[in-house]
């Protein structure tokens, strides 16, 4: 019978190491590094603060309902009677349904690009699902700006 381990012709030893570009990293490299730095710690501040935030004014709603602020779907905080169960029951439904048709799409069309679309036809596929990406990306930050009516409440 057969081994199924092929050996090499060449040793460890006899292949070249691999090798390291060297760039050469001027003043404007540094800079934009450590203008990258500090965008992303004033990110990740930002982010901080706004869970501090949040922690803080939540404590005294969650101090006075317990568990049962996931567990009640009533909203009447003038009783002390409120809870999320409606709404979070609902938001795990649309994020299961998004999940469940999106990830095999995206499997799906990166296999098919990878794959199976002939080379000639694979640049001008890459390059419209990025530009689907990114022509999506300011309407997600602009949706919730939508729904609201010029006095600043909520149209939903």
């Known amino acids: 019978m057969a081994s199924a381990h092929v050996e090499s012709d060449r ?16 003043l404007g490299d ?3 590094r450590y203008q990258l730095t500090a965008s992303g710690v004033v990110v990740l501040a930002i982010m901080a603060g706004v869970g501090l935030f949040l922690l803080l004014r ?6 006075a309902t317990g568990f049962s602020f996931l567990t009640t779907a009533a909203w009447q905080p003038d009783v002390h009677h409120f809870g ?14 998004a999940v469940t048709l999106s990830v095999p799409l995206a499997v799906g069309t990166a296999l098919f690009i990878s794959d199976v ?8 596929l890459v ?7 990114a022509a999506t990306a300011p309407g997600r930050g602009s949706e919730s700006w939508s729904a609201r ?4 409440k909520s149209r939903v």
């Open 11 to 26: 040793s460890d030893s006899d292949r070249p190491a691999p090798r390291r570009p060297a760039a050469a990293r001027g």
């Open 149 to 152: 009516d010029p006095t600043g």
């Open 117 to 124: 679309a002939p080379r000639k036809l694979r640049r001008t």
């Open 58 to 63: 939540a404590g005294q709603a969650l101090k």
């Open 84 to 97: 999320i169960a409606a709404v979070l029951t609902g938001t795990l439904l649309i994020a299961a349904v």
């Open 127 to 133: 390059t419209m699902v990025d530009a689907r990406r």
């Open 30 to 32: 540094r800079i934009f």
